[in-house]
């Protein structure tokens, strides 16, 4: 069992700036686990936002790329920088992991088995 633990959100304006921070602990199988972050806005479905492999290597939904950064914090945890927020990005933003490594980012929920308990993003106009 992976738990995760996620730290960050908020409220901004337009523009402004959020950092999520997920930590994972647990039975973890790899040093540098697969991990993603994922969002939900009210009557949405969920949406991969970011992911990262355990090389580092990253993956962006498109309507982020350039604004949005995923990276790694000590081995089993991650963060994503958000910048030049827009109120589309209102959102629940959840961390998910899986306890094995991968090679290529994964972007599907169904793709990992364990999750974060959710963090409230709320930009405004």
């Known amino acids: 069992q992976v738990q995760l633990t996620e730290s960050g959100g908020g409220s901004v304006q337009s523009g402004g700036s959020l950092r999520l921070s997920c930590a994972a602990s647990?039975?973890?199988?790899?040093?540098?686990?697969?991990m993603g972050w994922f969002r939900q806005a009210s009557g949405k479905k969920r949406e991969g936002v970011a992911a990262?492999?355990?090389?580092?290597?990253t993956t962006y939904v498109d309507s982020v790329k350039d604004r949005f950064t995923v990276s790694r914090g000590d081995a089993k945890s991650t963060h994503l920088q958000m910048n030049n927020l827009k109120p589309e990005d209102t959102a629940v933003y959840y961390c998910?992991?899986?306890?094995?490594?991968?090679?290529?980012?994964?972007?599907?929920?169904?793709?990992?088995?364990?999750w974060g308990q959710g963090l409230q993003v709320t930009v405004s106009s």
């Open positions: 998910a992991a899986v306890a094995f490594g991968c090679s290529g980012s994964r972007m599907k929920a169904d793709e990992y088995n364990s």
């Open positions: 647990g039975s973890i199988d790899h040093p540098t686990p697969c």
């Open positions: 990262i492999d355990s090389y580092g290597r």
